[in-house]
């Protein structure tokens, strides 16, 4: 948000930060699930095939967002 308002005092290039959203709110999405699972024992495992599906999600959201 800090850079968004900065961005529009500095610059005239318009950005679409609605846009940004999804990806952001993903990557948060996996950084709290990144601290909340468990590191060891059984868990450790749905804790990496979380983080690969929040992975292959974003590369694919980013992937529509950027058009190719």
Do not use: D, N, Y
């Amino acid at each position: 948000m800090g850079v968004a308002l900065l961005r529009r005092r500095v610059s005239e290039i318009r950005w679409h930060e609605r846009v940004l959203a999804r990806p952001f709110a993903i990557g948060a999405v996996g950084c709290a699930l990144g601290a909340l699972l468990p590191t060891s024992g059984v868990l450790q495992w749905t804790r990496l095939l979380v983080a690969v599906a929040l992975g292959l999600l974003a590369l694919h959201v980013l992937r529509r967002v950027l058009g190719r």
